[in-house]
Nanobody, 119 residues
Framework: QVQLVESGGGLVQPGGSLRLSCAASGSIFNINRAGWYRQSPGKEREWVATITSSGSTNYADSVKGRFTISRDNAKNTVYLQMDSLKPEDTAVYYC???????WGAGDYWGQGTQVTVSS
């Protein structure tokens, strides 16, 4: 079964840091394009960051300079390093990726991981 599994969420004080991981498992060759999204209560899911297969990155203005997306192709894992966290970063964070396998390619979402920024 092909899936994405996020981890690394938790409770952190304002100004703190967290690193989220998104690991792909199952019969896949690699992760192509991948991104992180987040959703706060009562709000629509919003895009946070994207990394391409070649390693190019893009960020939402709200996180630029504070968050860093990266990837480890050998581990089929994508990361989101979050620094200088603010209460408004509180949300469920989701990973989305295009996974490539012998069966073809497809878009997958992870189950989400909660990030709470509070003193």
């Amino acid at each position: 079964q092909v899936q994405l599994v996020e981890s690394g969420g938790g409770l952190v004080q304002p100004g703190g840091s967290l690193r989220l991981s998104c690991a792909a498992s199952g019969s896949i060759f690699n992760i192509n394009r991948a991104g992180w999204y987040r959703q706060s209560p009562g709000k629509e899911r919003e895009w946070v960051a994207t990394i391409t297969s070649s390693g190019s990155t893009n960020y939402a203005d709200s996180v630029k300079g504070r968050f860093t997306i990266s990837r480890d192709n050998a581990k089929n894992t994508v990361y989101l390093q979050m620094d200088s966290l603010k209460p408004e970063d509180t949300a469920v964070y989701y990973c989305k990726a295009v996974l490539i396998g012998g069966w073809g390619a497809g878009d997958y979402w992870g189950q989400g991981t909660q990030v709470t920024v509070s003193s």
